[in-house]
């Protein structure tokens, strides 16, 4: 009976493997591939998209990789405010920046006008006005890259910007001497 098994097992393996294989005459199917993942924006890239959605337009010739340089124009007729967006890395931040409203090199009243701005910062929601290495006077807003920026926080940020900048460039330019700008 032994011998009967043995010899008859080779033969068991073979029928076997030859049903197997009738029963499944087609070759193997792969699984789908998956989908190649969308390349990952920079923030930069992000920020570019957040601005469409706001209705502002990016100035190409004057940004770089980290830099935005960005328009807006009220629709309340307050005029265009140039808003430029800066990824330090260094730092881990992410600026906004407003010029444009005047410098204090020839003031005769620097004392009011910083008072003025000192209220104004107490006033704003959002950001502080300051003055540079050359006089210049600027607002600016500083966040943290540690966390993702999502398009509501960007829109908050630049259109709340935006309207501040609207709101008190008129009254520095006016304790500057120099008339409010179209």
Do not use: W
Request: zero cysteines; a positive charge.
């Amino acid at each position: 009976m032994k011998k009967s098994m043995i010899s008859t097992a080779p033969l068991v393996v073979a029928l076997a493997f030859a049903g197997a294989l009738a029963q499944d005459p087609a070759p193997p199917t792969q699984a789908p591939r998956a989908a190649r993942p969308a390349p990952r924006l920079t923030l930069i890239d992000s920020v570019k998209r957040y601005l469409q959605h706001v209705g502002a337009t990016v100035d190409q010739s004057k940004s770089t990789a980290d830099m935005v340089v960005s328009n807006y124009t009220d629709p309340r007729g307050g005029g265009k405010t140039t808003i430029v967006i800066v990824n330090d890395r260094r730092k881990g931040l992410l600026g906004f920046y407003v010029y444009n409203f005047g410098s204090l090199k020839k003031a005769s009243n620097r004392e009011d006008v910083y008072k003025f701005l000192l209220g104004a910062n107490d006033a704003i929601t959002i950001g502080s006005f300051f003055v540079d290495n050359e006089e210049d006077i600027g607002y600016k807003y500083m966040i943290s890259t540690a966390q993702p920026l999502n398009q509501n926080a960007f829109s908050t940020i630049y259109l709340t910007m935006a309207t501040v900048a609207r709101d008190r460039r008129g009254e520095i330019r006016q304790m500057l001497g120099k008339e409010r700008e179209p």
